[in-house]
């Protein structure tokens, strides 16, 4: 059960839900480690997330390097601000100097999955 909500909360906020039918620690390792975030995590215009390092703790940064069609290319960068595996992560991103850098705050709670943790 994969189900993806959007609502706006402002002028410069959204809050995107996202449900997975999987236990909290892989979701958190889904959305932390390299290899996971290859496998799934997207660009803009269809670019491919070709590298990742991570570095997951209060001050660590993060580096993501895209590759898109013909030949495009782009990086992102930023740092962690707060981290409390598995429940949240608070992130900033770095696009370049003439792009706003969000600060992206994802929160995870596990609701009932089978065998695995609380009914939070």
Known sequence: MNTTTVEAIGDTQIRIRRAFDAPIA???AAHTEPAHLTQWLTGPGGMKLVEATMDVREGGGFMWRYQGPNDAAMVMQGIFLE???PR???HREDWGPDLPSPQIETVFE???YPDHGSNM
């Open 26 to 28: 892989l979701v958190f």
């Open 88 to 90: 949240r992560f608070v």
């Open 83 to 85: 981290v409390d595996p």
């Open 110 to 112: 596990e609701k009932g």
